[in-house]
């Protein structure tokens, strides 16, 4: 398996609310031998002084294409992915999330997502690709 984090070089790109106590972390993540076999997107952490422990996730992406039953994938919780199809374009945006209100907003890719922070619920999505005829369900670039 592997992981990266745009974090580990841009510290924009990672969130810590000290008030809820959430970090936030953008993520990419294989999972050779799982279902779909990759994850990326945004994690959201737990942090007490006891500990981090891993609150959920928000994928921006799945790796064959296909909206699924997020509960089949190992470490998904529930929550569909907002990009369906394989789009390419040479722009894409940065990752970063913000929160206001409790709305938990992750941008990275072609998407835009809102996810409510405590209730885990898609509140909106835009994709920046909806209007990109150049797709194809043949892989992930």
Same mark, same amino acid.
Request: proline residues 2%; charged residues 20%; glycine residues 6%.
């Given at each position: 398996s592997f992981s990266s984090s745009a974090a580990q070089y841009d510290p924009k790109a990672f969130r810590f609310l000290p008030i809820a106590k959430k970090l936030i972390i953008p993520s990419k993540i294989g999972y050779p031998g799982s279902v779909n076999g990759f994850f990326d997107g945004f994690q959201v952490f737990d942090v007490s002084p006891f500990g981090i422990e891993y609150s959920f996730n928000v994928s921006h992406v799945v790796e064959d294409g296909n909206r699924v039953n997020a509960e089949e994938i190992d470490g998904i919780d529930g929550i569909e992915p907002a990009v369906t199809t394989w789009c390419w374009?040479?722009?894409?945006?940065?990752?970063?999330?913000?929160?206001?209100?409790?709305? +938990?907003? &992750?941008?990275?890719?072609?998407?835009? !997502?809102?996810? $409510? +922070?405590? &209730?885990?619920?898609?509140?909106?999505? !835009?994709?920046? $690709?909806?209007?990109?005829?150049?797709?194809?369900?043949?892989?992930?670039?």
């Open positions: 374009y040479s722009a894409y945006l940065q990752p970063r999330s913000l929160v206001h209100k409790g709305i +938990l907003t &992750t941008i990275k890719g072609h998407t835009v !997502l809102a996810t $409510d +922070l405590y &209730t885990r619920i898609r509140q909106w999505e !835009l994709n920046l $690709d909806s209007d990109n005829n150049d797709c194809s369900n043949d892989g992930y670039w």
